[in-house]
Nanobody, 124 residues
Framework: QVQLAESGGGLVQAGGSLRLSCAASGRTFSSYYMGWFRQAPGKEREFVAAISWRGSNKYYADSVKGRFTISRDNAKNTVYLQGNSPKPDDPAVYYC?????????????????WGQGTQVTVSS
């Protein structure tokens, strides 16, 4: 079993950047695909990015491609999400998730474990 804890959310200046971290418990972190999702008020949870076991394969939603970067450090059991130039659609609660399997998973139901989320707000 994996427990996940996000951090790094808060107020981001327009034109600035955000950096989220997700720390995982357990000794098998490197065997999980990791993903980031987000959910804005009144909207469904949506896929943001995913990364393979060793970080060699990365997947992004079209809405963040070219602006956000997902990475992981298996020695630290941590996955990161770096985002630049926030847009009006970016404010949301951001969740990290872990998936057992050999494919990335682009839908929330494909993930087995979830963090509690961290709020990201963008100031104009």
């Amino acid at each position: 079993q994996v427990q996940l804890a996000e951090s790094g959310g808060g107020l981001v200046q327009a034109g600035g950047s955000l950096r989220l971290s997700c720390a995982a418990s357990g000794r098998t972190f490197s065997s999980y695909y990791m993903g980031w999702f987000r959910q804005a008020p009144g909207k469904e949870r949506e896929f943001v990015a995913a990364i393979s076991w060793r970080g060699s394969n990365k997947y992004y939603a079209d809405s963040v491609k070219g602006r956000f970067t997902i990475s992981r450090d298996n020695a630290k059991n941590t996955v990161y999400l770096q985002g630049n130039s926030p847009k009006p659609d970016d404010p949301a609660v951001y969740y990290c998730a872990a998936r057992q399997g050999a494919t990335p998973g682009l839908r929330s139901y494909e993930y087995d474990y979830w963090g509690q989320g961290t709020q990201v707000t963008v100031s104009s």
